[in-house]
């Protein structure tokens, strides 16, 4: 995976695109040729990158393969931010929250299919897992020293109130946003594990809802297809009608045109006839 002179970062983001299945073999590998180009202090950082386990990964596949959507996941965590500090001026709040729940549960869509594709169960608690780390990232935003999306090596959980605070550069939350949000901005247990079953709740009945039109869909395709089989057998058979009828129609032309030949000779016979007998 690693040439000399490489680009280190681009290798380790080259690592964590990779199935599951094929991350610790390619990770030993890389390693071990940065080690034979001279290059210990690298292979030692990618030797020490942990194998991520599958609801982290699949967060990391969102990041690789859906940049726009997860762009937009943490920008809404940093409007969100903005809008609590009294940052973001005129900011609705409670439709910037909704918003993030909808981007959130969008995203956790995406993470069943990309498990399930994977051949990783995409379990409730596999699910919650995934909407914490979402939520985790989502609150971090980009701040120096904490996980990275798209290379995390363990599952993540949102921060909790002091963390929160010190992201917002110190300033605690106007007293209008806490009655608003008091439970959100306090991030205690209860409230996180709330918050997170009703993105779990919300992504299980977008995907209920998708499977059901698929099954629709499905269903309609079928009969759809079961009409045009009909419809051709029908076409068929009205062009084979059709042929025997326009080769019948060709016969009866032929025959019609020697019973007049035969007509207008018998015409021509009598006549001669008649004339004979006259005379």
Known sequence: MAKRGSDINADIDALFKLSLGEFTEARNALAKRLKAEGRALDAERVKALAKPPAPAWAVNQLYWHDPKSFEKLLALGDRVRKAQTGHLKNADLRALIDEKKQQTAALLTKATAILEKAGHAASPDAMRRVAATLESLAAWGDADGLPKPGRLTADLDPPGFDTLVALMGGKKPEAKVLSFRASKVAEDPAAARARLREAVQAAEKVLREAR?????????????????????????????????????????????????QTVADAERSLAKAKNALDT
């Open 212 to 260: 059901r039109d698929a099954e629709r869909a499905e269903s309609a395709l079928e009969k759809a297809n079961t009409r045009a089989e009909k419809v051709e057998a029908q076409k068929q058979e009205i062009e084979q009608r059709y042929a025997e009828a326009k080769e019948e129609a060709r016969l009866a032309s032929i025959e019609a045109k020697k019973s007049a």
